[in-house]
C-alpha cells in the first residue's frame, strides 16, 4: 500500500526557519511529480510548491516565493520543503502529495492521487 509520511511540523516563532520531508513507502514515486499544499482552520486547501521528477522544474505559489524551496532525492523517495522567515499567515496543516503517472509539475490538487497524513505547523507572532 502506497504511502506519504510526512514530518517536521511544529510550532515556532515568526521569522523562524522549519524543513518539512515526506518519504514514500509502498511504492516508487521517484518518476512522479510531486507537491505541497496546506490547509488552515475554515479554509480550503491551497498550493504551495510543486517539483517535477527531476527537480528541474518547480514552482510556488506567490505567498511563499523567495522564503519556501522544495526540492527532492529520487534515491530516498523523499520531497522537502524548506520554509524560511515563517509568517503567522503561514499556520497550517501541511500536505504532500505524489502523482501516479504525470512527471511534470502542477499547482492542481487534482493532478495528484497519493497525499499524505499532514504534519501540522504553527507560527506565532
Known amino acids: 500500500q502506497a504511502q506519504l509520511v510526512e514530518s517536521g511540523g511544529g510550532s515556532v516563532q515568526a521569522g523562524d526557519s522549519l524543513r518539512l520531508s515526506c518519504a514514500a513507502s509502498?511504492?516508487?514515486?521517484?518518476?512522479?511529480?510531486k507537491g505541497w499544499f496546506r490547509q488552515a482552520p475554515g479554509k480550503e486547501r491551497e498550493f504551495v510548491a510543486a517539483?517535477?521528477?527531476?527537480?528541474?522544474?518547480?514552482d510556488y505559489a506567490d505567498s511563499v516565493k523567495g522564503r519556501f524551496t522544495i526540492s527532492r532525492v529520487n534515491a530516498q523517495d523523499t520531497v522537502y520543503l524548506q520554509m524560511n522567515s515563517l509568517k503567522p499567515e503561514d499556520t497550517a496543516v501541511y500536505y504532500c502529495?505524489?502523482?501516479?503517472?504525470?512527471?511534470?509539475?502542477?499547482?492542481?490538487?487534482?493532478?495528484?492521487?497519493?497525499w499524505g497524513q499532514g504534519t501540522q505547523v504553527t507560527v506565532s507572532s
Open positions: 502529495a505524489a502523482s501516479r503517472a504525470y512527471s511534470g509539475y502542477s499547482r492542481h490538487t487534482d493532478a495528484f492521487e497519493y
Open positions: 509502498g511504492r516508487r514515486f521517484s518518476t512522479s511529480a
Open positions: 517539483i517535477s521528477w527531476s527537480g528541474g522544474n518547480t
